[in-house]
């Protein structure tokens, strides 16, 4: 990792830049597979199926078997993680369900809000290098809450021509209703335009890789709507000398062995920490499994020292993570101060793994500085909220002179007229009485 110490205020963005990786070349490829699939459907699935993923797959649709031989296998142990998994989750979000109450604005006028599933939703599970079946509980729970009318899961299949037993487990708890063995650029197509077996959603939600989200993108512009914007996936802690170097190292490292574009940043203010925590990396890095990609993860990577802890903020939030984990003395004080993260991690027990999995929080979030403007995925990305209003005719007439003011200065004749029209007839016959 590289180590950068007390850098001036004018070297701060070009210390947090992400690793860029230049999608421009892809897009034609993307494309062409996006048009293919909205012209042809099935067939154009299974031929990419065969070609990206070397499978062939006679029926893209997960049968009721495969749903109960998935069960069988699940190891009884597995089951009960991520059935704790489920129940947090569950937990969290559903107290994220709120009601709103009818306002009378002024009198004779009230308005109101109602959340509203949205009606078909997509959801995208990467298969790669290992079955993400914690991602299916993040995105299949706050839609199952939301109450979905159809919620929708695409994963690759493997080389046997089935989807991960884990993947498919977690479906079933979390309340997915259909799951199509179709993986990249295909199955966002799929799912943006559906097939004669994959039903058109409204909103597709879900990681993937550079080609995935690309093809995310391209749809977004005219065709479906997606959940965020998307990058590789990224970790800032926070520390002083309060921070234990094994634990910090350990964040470090469980964000890089996602990937050689996942970026790891350590800002603190303690330059006795940073020796501590090099030397607990090269200790960890030899016990993983994934040390090939964590370290060239790590050369993305860096150790910013600073002087202060308030110096320390100001480059967090100029940084905004998707992940941040606060090991300072004072961490709840230090929180109070942050204002762009994806998600927030507090003290020296709390590690990014536990929203990961199983502590509740949604671990689907902004990248690529995107948390300036985006939330995580919550429940409020499965509903959107319609407002309602009801207007008597004392409440119309209230409202009229600046209704009409306001319609004829902004040269709008027909919006003045609408209420003109109300106001003469209100004075032919009586109105409606609101009860």
Not at 13 to 41: F, H, M, W
Not at 293 to 300: F, G, I, M, T, V
Not at 413 to 434: C, G, M, T
Request: charged letters at 25%; one cysteine or more; glycine letters at 6%.
């Amino acid at each position: 990792m590289q180590v950068i110490k007390y850098p001036a205020r004018e070297q701060w963005s070009e210390l947090l830049q992400r690793p860029q990786i230049d999608s421009s070349a892809l897009l034609g490829t993307v494309q062409a597979v996006l048009d293919d699939v909205r012209k042809n459907g099935d067939k154009a699935v299974r031929a990419y199926t065969e070609r990206f993923d070397k499978v062939t797959i006679t029926h893209l649709e997960v049968s009721k078997d495969e749903m109960d031989e998935a069960v069988r296998l699940i190891d009884p142990l597995l089951k009960q993680a991520i059935e704790m998994a489920r129940r947090n989750i569950w937990k969290f979000h559903a107290e994220q369900q709120h009601e709103t109450r009818e306002i009378q604005t002024s009198p004779g006028v009230y308005c109101w809000q109602k959340a509203i599933a949205i009606e078909k939703v997509g959801l995208y599970i990467p298969g790669g290098t290992a079955p993400l079946f914690s991602t299916v509980l993040m995105l299949g729970i706050p839609a199952s809450i939301a109450e979905c009318k159809e919620i929708v899961l695409c994963t690759p299949p493997g080389k046997d021509g089935k989807v991960h037993p884990a993947v498919l487990y977690a479906a079933k708890v979390a309340g997915v209703h259909r799951i199509f063995k179709i993986g990249g650029t295909q199955a966002i197509a799929a799912m943006a335009y559906g097939t004669e077996s994959v039903p058109k959603v409204y909103k597709i939600f879900g990681p993937g890789n550079q080609y995935v989200t690309a093809a995310k993108q391209l749809v977004s512009l005219r065709d479906v709507a997606i959940d965020m914007p998307a990058g590789p996936s990224e970790v800032e802690v926070l520390a002083d000398d309060a921070a234990n170097p094994a634990f910090v190292a350990a964040d470090l490292l469980s964000q890089a062995e996602h990937g050689i574009d996942s970026q790891s940043i350590l800002i603190t203010v303690s330059e006795s920490l940073i020796e501590k925590v090099l030397e607990e990396i090269e200790r960890q890095l030899h016990q993983l499994p994934k040390a090939e990609y964590a370290r060239k993860s790590l050369e993305n990577s860096k150790i910013i020292l600073v002087g202060s802890l308030e110096e320390a903020v100001m480059m967090t939030n100029e940084y905004a993570p998707e992940h941040l984990i606060i090991a300072t003395r004072y961490y709840k004080g230090v929180a109070e101060n942050i204002v762009n993260a994806g998600s927030v991690f507090l003290g020296n027990y709390t590690p990014e793994s536990a929203g990961d999995y199983a502590s509740g929080t949604n671990h689907t979030l902004p990248t690529n500085g995107y948390a300036k403007a985006y939330s995580g995925v919550n429940l409020d990305s499965f509903v959107r909220k319609v407002t309602f209003q009801e207007i008597s005719r004392d409440g119309l007439t209230n409202l009229s002179n600046a209704i009409i003011l306001m319609a004829e200065n902004e040269e709008l004749q027909a919006h003045s007229n609408a209420v003109k029209i109300r106001l003469e007839e209100a004075n032919d016959r009586e109105f409606p009485i609101r009860h």
